[in-house]
T-cell receptor
Framework: NAGVTQTPKFQVLKTGQSMTLQCAQD?????MYWYRQDPGMGLRLIYYSASEGTTDKGEVPNGYNVSRLNKREFSLRLESAAPSQTSVYFC????????????FGSGTRLTVV | AQSVTQPDIHITVSEGASLELRCNYS??????LFWYVQSPGQGLQLLLKYFSGDTLVQGIKGFEAEFKRSQSSFNLRKPSVHWSDAAEYFCAVGFWNSGNTPLVFGKGTRLSVIA
């Protein structure tokens, strides 16, 4: 099925460990996004990539890095995980940034202990 | 700065009753407007969108929303709620001629449906 694929779906990390969340889309979209979702906080933008070769910080970028590997793939890296990064992470893509609707992945539930 | 407000954090309605979820935005020009739904443990799914034209837009699952420029609102409605509508609903705003500015999301409204 066409859409946005995130891996893994679940992950438990120890404090200080690193990991990369993977995201791939097969809709030939130009723009991709990483959000985190926490209870009562809604969706908060971590980083986005308006087009291949560009990345920009969102609302909560500290502690994260991203790579737009190619047009299809946009990864999110936690270099040294902290308990405050326990969250559900969503990747999304859109034809372009700005006024276009997003397609979301099904999320990665990350717990940092 | 642009912002989106969903005033109701949690709403409970009876099955079969009508529903209205509120969304207000702050922006000086014509926005693009979206409603998304998130079922438990799932990602967000687009319900409907408004870009221009008729201010009453129809979406999936029997939902509709009306854009009211004078009130800076884009409220979501459904005439008769089903138990399967229990979910979290997010309003989002995009901006014409904004370059690469991402959508701005509200904090969501959680809908509970009781028998």
């Amino acid at each position: 099925n066409a859409g946005v694929t995130q891996t893994p779906k679940f992950q438990v990390l120890k404090t200080g460990q690193s990991m990369t969340l993977q995201c791939a889309q097969d809709m030939n979209h130009n723009s991709m996004y990483w959000y985190r979702q926490d209870p009562g906080m809604g969706l908060r933008l971590i980083y986005y990539s308006a087009s291949e070769g560009t990345t920009d910080k969102g609302e909560v970028p500290n502690g994260y890095n991203v790579s737009r590997l190619n047009k299809r793939e946009f990864s999110l890296r936690l270099e040294s995980a902290a308990p405050s990064q326990t969250s559900v992470y969503f990747c999304a893509s859109s034809e372009m940034a700005g006024g276009y609707g997003y397609t979301f992945g099904s999320g990665t539930r990350l717990t940092v202990v | 700065a642009q912002s989106v407000t969903q005033p109701d954090i949690h709403i409970t309605v009876s099955e079969g009753a009508s529903l209205e979820l509120r969304c207000n935005y702050s922006y000086g020009a014509t926005p693009y407007l979206f409603w998304y739904v998130q079922s438990p443990g799932q990602g967000l799914q687009l319900l409907l969108k408004y870009f221009s034209g008729d201010t009453l837009v129809q979406g999936i699952k029997g939902f509709e929303a009306e854009f009211k420029r004078s009130q800076s609102s884009f409220n979501l409605r459904k005439p008769s709620v089903h138990w399967s509508d229990a979910a979290e609903y997010f309003c989002a705003v995009g901006f014409w001629n904004s370059g690469n500015t991402p959508l701005v999301f509200g904090k969501g409204t959680r809908l509970s449906v009781i028998a």
